[in-house]
């Protein structure tokens, strides 16, 4: 074994090889030595553990595998097979394929053209986002956690805030509102119960001190059973008697009936407008389908003033989000939603998915790997719709847990999810274009958990 160690090239010998040298011009001489420190580094411990030795080309090939893997994106892209569109973890919606013209040089972001002075940030979309919601006024910040942070604190600083005990939300990613309102150093008072708050609860809780009342959407779960909530209209009206904004923290940004993709009907922002809503703010990378980003819509009076706050400054959002979203406001205002990625995949029908299915599952076959096409549930995800799900299509695999954590390791990760201890791949969440990737990338997974996947019957 000793022989072996001492056997082993030294660093500054191993990048004089004709290839090592080459990749250490491409990478870098510090990359390129790190890589052999680490490559020799797991070579010694398999000598350890009591491996054989390597050639000096598999040295090589080690140390140029090290290269790529520090070469590869730091964020990879995966096929996201589980069947919720707006996965969190996975970026909530995804961005069309082709990047703006305006990204890939300079624009116009702070610049009047015609004039040829400096311009205001968000001068060019304002209009553009307040017409989308028929709104009058709006405002584009970072995410909608720093829509709320901006509101509470431009506009409730040191006063009470009315929030209903049922709203109390916590959203995935640490966003509690009890804590987003704290660090807007405003206070929470609690109205109602958890089930049932009135308006009189309400009404009885404002005083001198109050500067808001907020409803926030219920995101993630629902309250079902005894339950009631005053409605938007008696809240806006009560607020409005009292001089105060009603805010509405909406969430999703649903701006189109959910019925026409047959699911359960959600408040548009249009209808917290059309409800009294003085601010309305929602993301816009969940149903608006953009980028990341928080947008806040409404009346004139209570919107200007955000952004020209102090904090505005540290919330805007950058270049590349302003840009997508503009875009993606375009297509819902022309009702061009197939080049919206979230609703090209809502569009997708049953029908289609099914054909897919059975397309990659013969690919598979003809491979040796069996595929069994079945019905699917999807889901919106990302804190929308949380107890509905959708129709939609893909196949089953046997291989369990052993297949599906093989399946993240492949050169594009497939993540994916069990049902029944079957692998299940959901294909509304896979881009059509990624069907030739799923297939090389189940293929080459279940040759590596080999023998875990053989030609036994697929499931149901
Ligand atoms: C998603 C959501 C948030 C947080 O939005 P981010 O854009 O992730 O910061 C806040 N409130 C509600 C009601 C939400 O649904």
């Known amino acids: 074994m000793s022989e072996n160690f001492r056997r082993l090239p030294a660093v500054h010998r191993l990048l004089e090889s004709p290839r090592l040298h080459a990749a250490a011009q491409r990478y870098g001489r510090s990359a390129a030595t790190e890589a052999c420190r680490k490559a020799l580094e797991s070579i010694r411990n398999r000598l350890r553990l009591g491996g054989g030795s390597l050639s000096d080309a598999e040295i090589e090939d080690a140390v140029l595998a090290e290269l790529r893997s520090l070469e590869a994106d730091a964020y ?107 660090a807007a150093g405003c206070t929470l008072v609690e109205v109602g119960c958890t089930n049932r708050t009135h308006l009189k609860d309400y009404a009885e809780a404002i005083n001198d001190e109050t500067a808001a009342i907020l409803v926030a959407h219920q995101s993630n779960f629902r309250i079902v059973g005894f339950t009631t909530n005053p409605s938007m209209d008696d809240l806006a009206a009560l607020a409005h008697e009292r001089e105060l904004p009603f805010i509405v923290d909406q969430g999703s940004g649903c701006l189109h009936d959910l019925t026409r993709w047959g699911l359960p009907y959600e408040m548009t922002v249009g209808d917290c ?21 928080g947008i806040i819509v409404g009346r004139r009076r209570w919107v200007e003033p955000l952004g020209r706050h102090a904090l505005y400054r540290a919330l805007r959002p950058d270049k590349t989000a ?33 054909r897919r299915a059975r397309r990659v599952a013969r690919r598979l076959k003809d491979n040796g790997v069996l595929a069994t096409p079945r019905p699917t549930r999807a889901a919106l995800g990302g804190g929308t719709t949380p107890d509905e799900t959708l129709a939609s299509y893909g196949f089953a695999l ?5 297949l599906l954590d093989e399946l993240r390791r492949g050169e594009t990760p497939i993540v994916a999810r069990i049902e029944d201890d079957m692998v299940v791949v959901d294909l509304r969440t896979v881009m059509p274009k990624q069907d030739q990737v799923l297939v090389a990338e189940l293929l080459s997974a279940c040759q590596r958990t080999a023998g875990g996947q053989s030609l036994k019957t697929g499931g149901k």
């Open 76 to 182: 990879r892209p995966v096929v996201n097979a589980t069947g919720v569109m707006l996965h969190t973890n996975l970026g909530r919606s995804p961005l069309p394929a082709q990047q703006a013209e305006s990204l890939s040089g300079y624009l116009a972001l702070e610049f009047d053209v015609e004039r040829g002075c400096r311009g205001q940030r968000l001068a060019p979309l304002k209009e553009r986002v307040a017409h989308l919601f028929g709104a009058e006024a709006a405002v584009m910040v970072n995410n909608n956690a720093s829509s709320l942070l901006l509101i509470l604190r431009a506009l409730t600083h040191r006063k009470e805030v009315l929030v209903s005990r049922s709203q109390l939300i916590e959203i995935g990613g640490s966003f509690r509102l009890p804590a987003v309102m704290e």
């Open 273 to 293: 407008l059309t409800a009294g809503a003085d601010l309305v703010c929602f993301s816009g990378d969940k149903l608006l389908g953009g980028p990341q980003a």
């Open 322 to 354: 302003l840009v997508q979203m503009d875009r993606t406001l375009r297509a819902h205002q022309a009702d061009r939603l197939h080049e919206i990625p979230l609703y090209s995949m809502l569009e997708m029908t049953v029908d289609a998915l099914r």
């Open 398 to 402: 046997d291989g369990g847990q052993n």
